[in-house]
């Protein structure tokens, strides 16, 4: 393994879905995630909040030794990249950035579902417009998502109906394809499969994101994937460290433990 250490955030487990399409990729990858559970849901805040929570976020992150950064939360990627790229100290790598190769040539209409504060920033039509101006984007927000999906309870069938409500609007207008625009969702990929008609394609920006990091790990020769078994993760959150620690194991099937930090004290390193 070489000395490169990703260091990756999100609000929660959603980043769990980057952090596992990157080592899926490029094998045991040294990296830190920190979940900020302490201010879980982000889509909901404000956009000032969301912006200094950015600027702290990634303060912390700068302490950590790392050589790249993974915003693995969409909502910050939209409301906050000014910030995270004024403050990094290292290379820094986006979801939305990555979102343009996954669309196909032959889609006309494409949906996004992400966060409230994700579909108010638009952020996602004008990143996909840079590139495909002449596909009709249509931004759906999933507010209670997140929430439910933090809970691990899958069968729910309250998760279910919010899934079905939010997919409708889509299916009416006839999208090719619907883009995860919240990290936490390829976590209920089944959810949208079994509630979708098979002509609508899912798209999961990790991927694409994955494959920009061969830049530094190399592209993989083997295609057989690597199983990811996250030895060399560090994982911290803002709060509740065991209750984290209990979702990594619900969601990764690791044992793992979590550190507890504070990012107002940037003193604090691993
Ligand atoms: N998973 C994050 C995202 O991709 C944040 C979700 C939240 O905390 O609301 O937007």
């Given at each position: 393994m070489n000395n490169i250490k990703l260091g990756f955030f999100d609000s929660g487990v959603g980043g769990f879905t980057v952090l596992k399409s990157i080592l899926t990729r490029h094998g045991d990858v040294n990296a830190v995630y920190l979940g900020d559970t302490l201010r879980l849901p982000y889509g909901k805040r404000s956009v000032s909040e969301i912006?200094?929570?950015?600027?702290?976020?990634?303060?912390?992150?700068?302490?950590?030794d790392i050589s790249a950064l993974i915003i693995a939360c969409n909502t910050t990627n939209s409301l906050a990249l000014d910030i995270v790229k004024q403050v990094s100290r290292v290379p820094i790598y986006g979801l939305l950035e990555s979102v343009h190769e996954t669309i196909d040539s032959s889609d006309t209409k494409v949906g996004v579902l992400s966060t409230p504060s994700t579909a108010f920033s638009g952020a996602y039509k004008k990143s996909i417009h840079s590139y495909k101006p002449n596909v009709t984007v249509f931004e759906q927000a999933c507010p209670s998502l997140v929430p439910l999906i933090e809970t691990g309870q899958l069968n729910s069938p309250e998760l279910r109906s919010a899934a079905k409500n939010y997919l409708q609007p889509l299916?009416?207008?006839?999208?090719?394809?619907?883009?995860?625009?919240?990290?936490?969702?390829?976590?209920?990929?089944?959810?949208?499969i079994d509630l979708l008609p098979d002509k609508i394609r899912l798209i999961d920006p990790s991927q694409s994101l994955a494959k920009k990091l061969d830049s530094y790990f190399g592209c993989p020769q083997d295609l057989d994937k690597f199983i990811p078994s996250f030895s060399n993760v560090q994982f911290c959150s803002t709060s509740d460290s065991f209750g984290f620690a209990a979702?990594?194991?619900?969601?990764?099937?690791?044992?793992?433990?979590v550190k507890l930090v504070s990012l107002i004290s940037n003193a604090c390193v691993l």
């Amino acid at each position: 393994m070489n000395n490169i250490k990703l260091g990756f955030f999100d609000s929660g487990v959603g980043g769990f879905t980057v952090l596992k399409s990157i080592l899926t990729r490029h094998g045991d990858v040294n990296a830190v995630y920190l979940g900020d559970t302490l201010r879980l849901p982000y889509g909901k805040r404000s956009v000032s909040e969301i912006r200094e929570i950015a600027n702290e976020v990634v303060t912390w992150l700068n302490y950590q030794d790392i050589s790249a950064l993974i915003i693995a939360c969409n909502t910050t990627n939209s409301l906050a990249l000014d910030i995270v790229k004024q403050v990094s100290r290292v290379p820094i790598y986006g979801l939305l950035e990555s979102v343009h190769e996954t669309i196909d040539s032959s889609d006309t209409k494409v949906g996004v579902l992400s966060t409230p504060s994700t579909a108010f920033s638009g952020a996602y039509k004008k990143s996909i417009h840079s590139y495909k101006p002449n596909v009709t984007v249509f931004e759906q927000a999933c507010p209670s998502l997140v929430p439910l999906i933090e809970t691990g309870q899958l069968n729910s069938p309250e998760l279910r109906s919010a899934a079905k409500n939010y997919l409708q609007p889509l299916i009416d207008n006839a999208v090719d394809s619907i883009i995860l625009g919240c990290s936490h969702y390829p976590l209920i990929e089944h959810i949208f499969i079994d509630l979708l008609p098979d002509k609508i394609r899912l798209i999961d920006p990790s991927q694409s994101l994955a494959k920009k990091l061969d830049s530094y790990f190399g592209c993989p020769q083997d295609l057989d994937k690597f199983i990811p078994s996250f030895s060399n993760v560090q994982f911290c959150s803002t709060s509740d460290s065991f209750g984290f620690a209990a979702r990594a194991q619900h969601w990764l099937g690791i044992d793992t433990e979590v550190k507890l930090v504070s990012l107002i004290s940037n003193a604090c390193v691993l």
